[in-house]
């Protein structure tokens, strides 16, 4: 488990239910160059992309881990997600390489006096005084980051693999009893044929009845 000093090492740009996106949390200075960080990072960040995407990027204090993620239950005025948008200043190589089983909930949590401000806040309000409350209102300063272990990341890749396998399986046993009924349809009709067919000692009795009225006649024709 790692430890984020908000004062120093947390910008978070988010919006409210009415209030637009704007940087919540941040260091003192950069505010201007936070904004342009983040959108170059996740210019096109959209509803279906991943629940959490992670970017590394440089800027001029050092290397910094930006985040991007979706509220996992509250919408906008226009029942759009809520979008989260983070840089995580001065992390370990340890944060980097296991950004992507960082657990949003556990830090949304943590977040939560902050983000009640923007939540609460109409568009009227302005972006300076929606920071100072959020910084007032957050009196936890130091945040846990919480990440998934990996043990739990494979359990569940191979549950999602036994799910499909289990619904493969199931469609091969539809379709081969379908095959199944399908054959025994097609045996129940030729033996129904069969059944009706004219048996072929019938045909042949039919055959001599024919040729021995054909001979008579011509026999009859002649002696006349």
Known sequence: MENLVIDTQLVWMTCGIDAGYQILLAPPALSKTWVDLLEGAFANFEV???????????????????????????????????????????????????????????????????????????????????????????????????????????????????????VTNTNAKINTKELLQELSSNQSLSDDDEALAMPLWLKWAFTLVILVAILAGIWVGLST
């Open 48 to 166: 279906g992309d991943a629940s959490l995407k992670t970017v590394e990027i440089n800027y001029e204090g050092g290397k910094a881990l930006a985040l991007a993620f979706f509220d996992p239950t509250l919408c906008d005025a226009s029942s759009r997600p809520i979008k989260h948008f983070m840089l995580l200043l001065g992390m370990n190589d340890t944060v980097f390489k296991k950004a992507n089983l960082l657990l949003v909930a556990p830090l949304l949590q943590q977040l939560k006096p902050a983000f009640e401000v923007i939540c609460q806040a109409s568009r009227y309000t302005s972006e300076q005084e929606i920071m100072r409350l959020a910084q007032n209102q957050q009196s936890e300063r130091n945040i846990r980051l919480e990440f998934q272990s990996k043990m739990a990341s494979l359990k569940l890749g191979s549950k999602t693999k036994a799910a499909n396998t289990k």
